[in-house]
């Protein structure tokens, strides 16, 4: 398979732009002559090896900030977005995907915001029953996609929430008893904390100072319930500050994605950075054995080992994914080149679906993706358990996986020869070019379909090659 070439002149701009260098000042660092470097900028050429050696020698660059990314995640939505029915024509070359998302990441974001737009206002027409007679249809944004885009395109890692949280967590001292640290915080703060029979999992009254958690919740969720009641009440003025960069459209959004931030404290303050990635490489990504040393459950360990992406202290990039048992995608997030559809549910044939079928286990598996790239895929089935006799018990299963280079650091990789059988697995049947699968459920809109009455095989067409 030839090696893709590396296109990344938007982020070679970042990268001069942080250090404050001038082309020209630039360019003598690298070892390249001014119009060289221009052309690496513009995307003119691709950024050769000895300027990724460069960057890494001169700067100390991480040098996966070039290879994965906003770039990688804007055309597969793209494509996605494109394989729209309402595009009756054949759909742009993938070469002319990866140059709009590297030369004009703006317009392929508006084009984003554009499609989505459309497929709401397209919804809206489809349920004329809630719409007519309103005054508040104006077409805007859904929040919850606003703000799920929002952590997507930061990669899932927020910098200055995620380092405050690991300084919080440090001041537990060596025990890390972060629990103990937080009640002693809240009592300081004048907030009571009970644990008592509740609806919910956590009631907090901000007039009688009184926090109640759930006694029904495992240790896990009251140790995370805690620390977000702790993110909103001593983070808030950093939150805040981190909301108003980024600009949501409307106050649904900023309020939701308040929720999120405190959400991402607690998991960080649970599972401190450097800490948590040390013990993930001693014990090579064991999620059991590193949910008990942390006192977290095996979701939130699954998740936060795709957060690991701080720049010059990088984990192993996985992806993570989430889904309900009607095979929808709940949670995602990836810090791979495999990117989730927006829309719809994840491919039949990863074992994340027949991780419901054997509860307590972990399934693994070797997958191939229709761009070749192979990973290492581990799925598990997790359950929200019922609170009290007949209430009922949410279940879910999260697929954890990472590139097959890195498999050998994982414990999963145990006993698996990756010489064996990758499932070919896809993206969304929409978009995906597979013409033989056996479990595609629409053909792929960005290729012509022969129809032979004469003939049926798996499919009742046929997909052009």
Not at 57 to 71: P, W
Not at 152 to 175: L, Q, T
Not at 439 to 457: A, F, G, K, M, Y
Request: aromatic share 8%; hydrophobic share 40%.
């Amino acid at each position: 398979m030839a090696t893709q070439k590396l296109y990344a002149g938007v982020k070679l701009r970042e990268i001069r732009s942080r250090l404050s260098l001038t082309q020209k000042a630039f360019a003598e660092k690298l070892g390249v002559s001014l119009p060289y470097l221009n052309q690496m900028e513009n995307n003119h050429r691709p950024v050769s090896a000895a300027v990724v050696l460069a960057l890494a020698q001169e700067f100390g660059l991480d040098v996966t900030e070039l290879t994965v990314g906003e770039s990688e995640r804007l055309v597969t939505d793209m494509r996605e977005a494109l394989a729209d029915p309402v595009f009756t024509a054949s759909a742009p070359p993938l070469a002319d995907l990866r140059l709009a998302a590297s030369n004009a990441p703006a317009l392929a974001r508006a084009f984003l915001d554009l499609h989505r737009a459309y497929r709401q206002s397209h919804e809206r027409l489809a349920s004329l029953d809630e719409a007519l007679g309103r005054e508040d249809t104006g077409l805007r944004p859904s929040p919850w996609e606003e703000v799920r885009d929002f952590f997507h395109y930061c990669d899932n890692y927020i910098d200055a929430v995620d380092r405050a949280a690991e300084h919080f967590a440090s001041s537990a001292g060596p025990k890390r008893d972060v629990l103990k640290l937080a009640e002693d915080l809240l009592h300081r703060k004048g907030i009571s904390l009970h644990y008592a029979e509740l609806p919910g999992l956590r009631h907090y009254d901000p007039e009688t100072r009184r926090l109640t958690i759930s006694s029904r919740a495992q240790d896990g969720t009251r140790r995370f319930q805690l620390l977000f009641q702790l993110a909103l009440l001593t983070q808030n003025e950093l939150i805040e500050a981190t909301l108003d960069l980024a600009r949501f459209s409307t106050p649904e959004a900023r309020d939701i994605a308040k929720i999120g931030l405190a959400n991402y404290f607690a998991g960080a303050a649970l599972l401190p950075y450097r800490a948590f990635l040390e013990a993930a490489r001693e014990t090579r990504h064991d999620l059991a054995r590193l949910a008990d040393r942390f006192g977290a459950s095996i979701e939130q360990v699954a998740h936060r080992l795709s957060t690991l992406q701080r720049p010059g202290a990088k984990g192993i990039p996985f992806f993570f994914v989430r889904v309900d048992q009607a095979g929808t995608i709940t949670k995602r997030h990836s810090a791979t080149r495999l990117q989730f559809a927006r829309f719809g549910g994840a491919c039949p044939l990863w074992n994340v679906h027949q991780a419901f079928e054997t509860p307590g286990k972990f399934l693994r598996q070797f997958v191939e993706t229709p761009d070749g790239v192979r990973y290492l895929n581990i799925a598990c089935e997790v359950s929200k358990p019922a609170e009290a006799f007949l209430a009922p018990v949410r279940r879910y299963a999260i697929g954890l996986g990472c590139e097959v280079q890195h498999a050998a650091e994982l414990v999963y990789s145990d006993g698996l020869d990756p010489r064996g059988r990758f499932e070919p697995i896809g993206i969304s049947c929409r978009i995906c070019e597979r013409a033989h699968c056996h479990q595609r459920s629409v053909p792929p809109l960005e290729r012509r379909l022969r129809i032979n009455p004469h003939d049926r095989n798996l499919l009742p067409y046929e997909i052009a090659q």
